[in-house]
């Protein structure tokens, strides 16, 4: 078991990956554990710009895919807390179910030995695109207490936070 130096220190743990065939789009997310607060972060990874600035290939690849599928906003339908169907964009739904079911196993996990009064999810750009989902999502919701997004893109068609808000909190 860790040993912890400082109140706000966390027991964290990288937990899930997931590379999307085709472009090589990494996606993965970490868990953090502060016993100071009893509080558990999910933490989504956003876009790593750092690939664009080392002119690293396949980070200009994933730069434009992603660019690409912020320009078409399709939407897929994707059945939500109390039954409630959200228009998703396909991009951010794609990249969300490539993790869904390990981030799943791993979440029970830290809320079966952890205990946590709240369980926040946050991230930045893509990361906070794949919390919001997370948030709707029947099985993850269960477990989620609050949303802290950074830049995030729309991520829905039609009255995604309206829904949410009057659905779940």
């Known amino acids: 078991k860790p040993q912890l130096t400082e109140p706000m220190d966390f027991i964290t743990e990288e937990i899930v990956d997931s590379t999307i065939p085709i472009f090589n789009l990494f996606i993965s997310a970490t868990l953090a554990y502060s016993p100071h607060s009893n509080i558990l972060f999910v933490a989504c990874r956003g876009t790593d710009y750092n690939q664009i600035n080392r ?3 396949i980070g200009i690849i994933n730069f434009l895919h992603n660019a690409l599928l912020d320009l078409n906003d399709e939407t897929v339908p994707f059945e939500g807390i109390n039954n409630h169907r959200f228009n998703i964009h396909h991009g ?15 979440l029970k996990s830290y809320v079966n030995r952890y205990n946590p009064r709240e369980v926040i999810f946050t991230g930045h750009s893509l990361g906070s695109a794949i919390s919001k989902v997370c948030m709707i999502d029947k099985e993850i919701s269960e477990y989620a207490t609050a949303y802290i997004g950074f830049g995030s893109p729309r991520v829905s068609a039609g009255t995604y936070d309206k829904d949410v808000y009057r659905k779940r909190w």
């Open 92 to 106: 951010f739904l794609k990249a969300f179910l490539s993790i869904k079911d390990r981030l799943l196993v791993r």
């Open 55 to 57: 002119l690293n290939p």
